[in-house]
């Protein structure tokens, strides 16, 4: 599981290894995952305690947002962490950028279809041609 900081205040995004990401609140020791919304469920779920080991370890922020001290001093500064390091906050980055990209698409189609049950609803004459190059342009047209 990856876990990094959203924002101060011990909020964490909890990447699991089923491919679902939840967001954990350190402080508050909530989860969004199923199981944590599952009375039956001890707690504290498989992902804050993920959160409160990565923390423990000195591996993520602390929820004030500083880097542990451990984290500054196990790791002195080389070429070769700092490549890595960079490379791997591009890779993170180019994830996270295509990631908003999918959820923007999916928001589009997902308005698209309000805006015809829209119509449909208001007894509007459909005409899906239109509507699709009203949404994305006169080129949808060909």
Same mark, same amino acid.
């Given at each position: 599981m990856d876990v990094?900081?959203?924002?101060?205040? !011990? #909020?964490?995004?909890? &990447? %699991?290894? %089923?491919?679902n990401?939840?967001?954990v609140d350190l402080l508050d020791e909530t989860c969004t995952c199923p199981d944590y919304q599952t009375p039956d469920t001890p707690t504290p779920c498989?992902?804050?305690?993920?959160?409160?080991?990565?923390?423990?370890?000195?591996?993520?922020?602390r929820p &004030? !947002?500083?880097?542990?001290?451990t984290a500054l001093s196990t790791y002195p500064p080389s070429d070769t962490s700092s490549t890595h390091l960079v490379a791997t906050l591009r890779t993170r980055i180019q994830e996270r950028e295509e990631r908003i990209a999918a959820l923007e698409a999916e928001i589009q189609a997902l308005q698209f279809? #309000? &805006?015809? +049950?829209?119509?449909?609803?208001?007894?509007?004459k459909i005409d899906l041609k239109q509507i699709?190059? &009203?949404?994305?342009?006169? +080129? %949808?047209?060909?």
């Open positions: 990094a900081l959203l924002h101060r205040g !011990g #909020c964490y995004e909890v &990447d %699991s290894a %089923s491919g990401t939840y967001k498989k992902h804050l305690q993920r959160v409160q080991l990565e923390l423990d370890a000195g591996r993520i922020p &004030d !947002g500083r880097l542990p001290e279809v #309000c &805006d015809v +049950a829209d119509a449909v609803r208001d007894g509007k699709i190059a &009203d949404e994305y342009g006169p +080129a %949808s047209r060909l």
